[in-house]
């Protein structure tokens, strides 16, 4: 694998974890939104990564050459109840419906999505660094 493989690999993944926090800070945003224009509580989401193709003309036997984001979905949990009968929002029993937003789930996945995000950027440094080593080393 060339330097700009590992570039290139290490950058598709920084833009997927990138793209995983915004999600992940949106939804830590909105974990009290009980009234969307949609209509009912926020809905978590998540983030779908998927191997990149190789593309037309390299080998198919080749691993794949870094991650996409194919999707961003709504979590299909259903929304927290919270009785809390004086709330405008409640229904016939006094239930509110709140976001399916778990405060430690998201900052776990918060935690993960960083030291992916951390690694790929040492990965991008050692690449950077290696390759003006050899430039070095070429001008010697």
């Given at each position: 694998?060339?330097?700009?493989?590992?570039?290139?690999?290490?950058?598709?993944?920084?833009?997927?974890?990138?793209?995983?926090?915004?999600?992940?800070?949106?939804?830590?945003?909105?974990?009290?939104?009980?009234?969307?224009?949609?209509?009912?509580?926020?809905?978590?989401?998540?983030?779908?990564?998927?191997?990149?193709?190789?593309?037309?003309?390299?080998?198919?036997?080749?691993?794949?050459?870094?991650?996409?984001?194919?999707?961003?979905?709504?979590?299909p949990r259903p929304p927290r109840r919270v009785h809390d009968p004086g709330n405008p929002l409640a229904d016939a029993n006094g239930?509110?419906?709140?976001?399916?937003?778990?405060?430690?789930?998201?900052?776990?996945?918060?935690?993960?999505?960083?030291?992916?995000?951390?690694?790929?950027?040492?990965?991008?440094?050692?690449?950077?660094?290696?390759?003006?080593?050899?430039i070095d080393l070429g001008r010697a």
């Open positions: 694998m060339d330097a700009v493989q590992s570039l290139s690999i290490a950058g598709s993944a920084l833009t997927a974890q990138r793209l995983r926090m915004d999600v992940i800070a949106s939804n830590l945003a909105n974990i009290e939104t009980v009234s969307t224009p949609g209509g009912g509580p926020y809905r978590r989401e998540m983030v779908v990564f998927q191997p990149i193709a190789n593309a037309p003309g390299h080998d198919l036997q080749a691993p794949t050459m870094g991650v996409e984001v194919t999707a961003i979905v709504q979590d239930f509110v419906n709140y976001p399916n937003v778990d405060l430690t789930t998201e900052m776990v996945d918060l935690l993960a999505a960083s030291r992916a995000y951390q690694a790929n950027a040492a990965v991008v440094q050692v690449t950077r660094d290696q390759v003006q080593r050899t």
